[in-house]
């Protein structure tokens, strides 16, 4: 069984800088298959940032240049730094690990405002 635990969320004006944290724990041997999804109301959830199953990062066009995806596997830690938010990616952001094609595990959420 994988636990992940995110944290890092807030509110912050356009232009500004979050970074959330994703950290596992339970039966997890690699970070690879580690991502960042997000969901804003009304809206269907939608991958943000990944680690594919061979540790290559894939990123929704949409934040491309803006936000990074890393990881401190010493930690069992993922992290997403968001640089030059919008409002629109105001959202619930979760974490996910997914191995073999199989979502294993979702975070609980955590909340994202990005407002004037």
């Known amino acids: 069984q994988v636990q992940l635990v995110e944290s890092g969320g807030g509110s912050v004006q356009p232009g500004g800088s979050l970074r959330l944290s994703c950290a596992a724990s339970?039966?997890?041997?690699?970070?690879?298959?580690m991502g960042w999804y997000r969901q804003a109301p009304g809206k269907e959830r939608e991958l943000v940032a990944r680690?594919?199953?061979?540790?290559?990062?894939n990123y929704a066009d949409s934040v491309k240049g803006r936000f990074t995806i890393s990881r401190d596997n010493a930690k069992s830690t993922v992290y997403l730094q968001m640089n030059s938010l919008k409002p629109e990616d105001t959202a619930v952001y979760y974490c996910?690990?997914?191995?073999?094609?199989?979502?294993?595990?979702w975070g609980q959420g955590i909340q994202v405002t990005v407002s004037s």
């Open positions: 996910n690990y997914n191995s073999g094609g199989m979502d294993v595990a």
């Open positions: 339970g039966s997890i041997f690699s970070l690879n298959g």
């Open positions: 680690f594919s199953r061979f540790g290559f990062t």
